[in-house]
């Protein structure tokens, strides 16, 4: 009951959410041969580093050449800005919504734990917001052959996983957020300040190994897609701890929820 009610809330976004990333999509692989051209003067006035080394392995001739444009197109930018706006989107009302329309104390009333409330709240929007990330990625695949370019399903499927646990970790601290804050204003203005500081340390080269970023940028899925990393080292070396994080904030909101004045 409480899953479905959540489900009607946020499908109208899901189904945005999806289109946008595809609408992201169809484009840059249709651009492919031409961008591939212009990828080395891109990479010539671009002012960090690491940027320069993304447009210059593009622009290599390489086979991996193109694993490398699709890595920056679905996963660095795509999931990146559209996953992230949309897991903060849906995270900001799953209880601050509540609070705001006077419904969390008929919603508590009912015949469940509230464990049980913030699970199925909670497993709704991960799903809403994973699934996504799997189908258009996925299509990646048929469309790159009209530009006849070829992607590895296990590779993209590797990339997706690892996407949806940083994705998924955004809305487990959307949600411990929601808890605490009153207003969904307020959930949106603390989670997006937290967001454009990790994005502002990403672009400051002296410092930017200590941003979340790192975790889900070009150095990541150019490998995974190039066919150069293994399963289990991008599993347990990097998805894993997502998921953990994941699950510490959920555990985390679950713990302030069960105390949460209405």
């Given at each position: 009951?409480?899953?479905?009610?959540?489900?009607?809330?946020?499908?109208?976004?899901?189904?945005?959410?999806?289109?946008?990333?595809?609408?992201?999509?169809?484009?840059?692989?249709?651009?492919?041969?031409?961008?591939?051209?212009?990828?080395?003067?891109?990479?010539?006035?671009?002012?960090?580093?690491?940027?320069?080394?993304?447009?210059?392995?593009?622009?290599?001739?390489?086979?991996?050449?193109?694993?490398?444009?699709?890595?920056?197109?679905?996963?660095?930018?795509?999931?990146?800005?559209?996953?992230?706006?949309?897991?903060?989107?849906?995270?900001?009302?799953?209880?601050?919504?509540?609070?705001?329309?006077?419904?969390?104390?008929?919603?508590?009333?009912?015949?469940?734990?509230?464990?049980?409330?913030?699970?199925?709240?909670?497993?709704?929007?991960?799903?809403?917001?994973?699934?996504?990330?799997?189908?258009?990625?996925?299509?990646?695949?048929p469309l790159s052959w009209l530009v006849e370019e070829d992607l590895s399903f296990a590779a993209v499927t590797l990339a997706a996983i690892?996407?949806?646990?940083?994705?998924?970790?955004?809305?487990?601290?959307?949600?411990?957020?929601?808890?605490?804050?009153?207003?969904?204003?307020?959930?949106?203005?603390?989670?997006?300040?937290?967001?454009?500081?990790?994005?502002?340390?990403?672009?400051?080269?002296?410092?930017?190994?200590?941003?979340?970023?790192?975790?889900?940028?070009?150095?990541?899925?150019?490998?995974?897609?190039?066919?150069?990393?293994?399963?289990?080292?991008?599993?347990?070396?990097?998805?894993?701890?997502?998921?953990?994080?994941?699950?510490?904030?959920?555990?985390?909101?679950?713990?302030?929820?069960?105390?949460?004045?209405?």
């Amino acid at each position: 009951m409480i899953a479905a009610k959540t489900w009607r809330e946020i499908r109208v976004m899901v189904f945005a959410y999806t289109l946008i990333l595809e609408v992201m999509l169809i484009p840059a692989i249709w651009l492919w041969p031409t961008l591939r051209n212009e990828a080395m003067t891109i990479a010539r006035i671009m002012p960090a580093d690491f940027l320069k080394r993304m447009f210059e392995q593009i622009s290599s001739g390489s086979e991996a050449a193109y694993s490398a444009y699709m890595a920056v197109q679905m996963f660095f930018k795509g999931t990146n800005i559209v996953g992230i706006a949309c897991a903060v989107l849906i995270g900001t009302g799953l209880v601050a919504r509540e609070r705001e329309n006077q419904t969390l104390e008929f919603l508590l009333s009912r015949p469940v734990s509230r464990a049980h409330v913030l699970w199925s709240k909670f497993w709704v929007s991960a799903v809403a917001v994973v699934v996504p990330i799997f189908l258009t990625s996925w299509t990646a695949i048929p469309l790159s052959w009209l530009v006849e370019e070829d992607l590895s399903f296990a590779a993209v499927t590797l990339a997706a996983i690892h996407a949806s646990a940083f994705v998924l970790a955004f809305v487990a601290f959307t949600l411990l957020v929601s808890v605490l804050m009153k207003t969904q204003v307020h959930v949106a203005f603390a989670v997006g300040a937290a967001i454009v500081v990790e994005v502002a340390i990403y672009f400051v080269q002296e410092i930017r190994t200590v941003s979340l970023f790192r975790l889900s940028d070009f150095d990541v899925y150019g490998p995974i897609l190039a066919g150069n990393a293994s399963y289990g080292g991008v599993l347990l070396g990097r998805t894993l701890w997502l998921a953990i994080a994941a699950g510490a904030f959920f555990l985390a909101s679950l713990a302030l929820f069960r105390k949460a004045d209405l």
